[in-house]
């Protein structure tokens, strides 16, 4: 199958965005590279090993590439995305200088072709991720595996702020608590909050395609039982009183991976989902947001408990009071 491929060379700043721009406008798929991911020297701390290539990709930019069926007309597409990313400027956030290109591409190479880059992980002291179709041995008892198989979705735990975000919930999990992942993209942060002792997640998105492959990652994993995965525009589904969520509200911790611009959106409405001195890890930060989040955090009535940095990103781990 021939597919259209937009090619959108900009700022690793403006990735997100950018990416939710291409799915918005119906991409079949979505796939990143950027300087950060692959040039800069990476954490070797809980032992982790990297398999992905050096890139030149020149520091701080990089290139996403969204596909698009054979009969999409690509120049209308390329219009409707074109302001929206200029628009981005007025919020501060600088795609630096965009180029576009247009082709045509056959599925195989762009479907599978990432798929070589993505190997066994290990991303903190218990957790490692495991491709699907990669064979791998726990060193010892205490090692958990996150099988995934991404596909489309966004988190294959090589990104920072997914790895960061695994991390602290490592450090805040201390097992029974039930849990809402806002933004979960692939599952990884549900299954890996599952897999380190939460009882249950409620895990979201917006996306169908990433809904679809947290369903099938939650399959892989055996923890249909303890995850339940429904679309949702941020918290919006807590206000159906649904009696299929799998947990009760209020929880102890939220997780939300996701851009600042949207975790501004919703602080209240995570406030009223957590308990008294429950947690709310909010992640996806890039460093120039810092001041923003923390202000709107503590506003909202949180306390910043800790700030957790890797690379250029932060993730806040936010105490109710
Ligand atoms: C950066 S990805 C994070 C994926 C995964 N949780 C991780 O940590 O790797 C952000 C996810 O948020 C989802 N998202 C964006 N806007 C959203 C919204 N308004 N409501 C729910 N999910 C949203 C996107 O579809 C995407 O899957």
Redesign the pocket.
């Known amino acids: 199958m021939l597919w259209n491929e937009i090619t959108i060379h900009t700022s690793e700043e403006a990735v997100?965005m950018i990416s939710?721009f291409l799915h918005e406008a119906g991409a079949g798929g979505v796939s990143i590279e950027e300087s950060g991911s692959l040039n800069k020297p990476r954490d070797t701390s809980y032992g982790q090993w990297y398999d992905r290539p050096l890139n030149d990709i020149p520091e701080g930019q990089a290139i996403i590439k969204g596909y698009f069926a054979e009969e999409v007309d690509m120049d209308s597409i390329r219009s409707q995305i074109e302001p929206r990313v200029e628009q981005l400027r007025t919020f501060d956030i600088d795609p630096g200088e965009v180029k576009y290109e247009l082709k045509t591409v056959n599925e195989d190479d762009w479907a599978n072709a990432w798929k070589q880059y993505f190997k066994p992980l290990r991303v903190s002291d218990r957790l490692t991720i495991k491709p699907t179709w990669e064979d791998y041995e726990p060193a010892s008892e205490d090692e958990k595996i996150i099988e995934l198989d991404p596909g489309m979705?966004?988190?294959t735990g090589t990104?920072p702020?997914?790895s960061l975000?695994l991390r602290t919930l490592e450090s805040v999990i201390k097992g029974g608590e039930e849990v809402i992942?806002?933004?979960?993209?692939?599952g990884?942060?549900a299954i890996g909050a599952v897999k380190l002792g939460a009882k249950h997640v409620l895990a979201?998105?917006?996306?169908p395609v990433?809904v679809s492959s947290a369903r099938e990652n939650t399959r892989l994993n055996g923890l249909e039982e303890r995850i339940t995965i429904k679309e949702?525009?941020?918290l919006s589904v807590l206000n159906a009183s649904d009696p299929t969520l799998g947990i009760q509200l209020p929880v102890k911790l939220v997780v939300a991976?996701?851009l600042a611009e949207?975790i501004l959106l919703f602080i209240d409405d995570v406030y009223k989902a957590l308990e008294p001195g429950g947690t709310y890890i909010a992640s996806?930060i890039w460093k120039n947001k810092e001041e923003v989040v923390e202000t709107a955090l503590k506003a909202a009535g949180f306390e910043i408990a800790e700030i957790r940095r890797d690379e250029d990103w932060l993730a806040f781990v936010a105490r109710k009071r």
Do not use: K, Q, R, W
Request: hydrophobic share 40%; charged share 15%; aromatic share 4%.
């Open positions: 997100e939710n979705a966004f988190g990104h702020t997914t975000c992942d806002v933004g979960t993209g692939s990884i942060l979201l998105d917006l996306d990433a949702s525009d941020l991976n996701i949207i996806g």
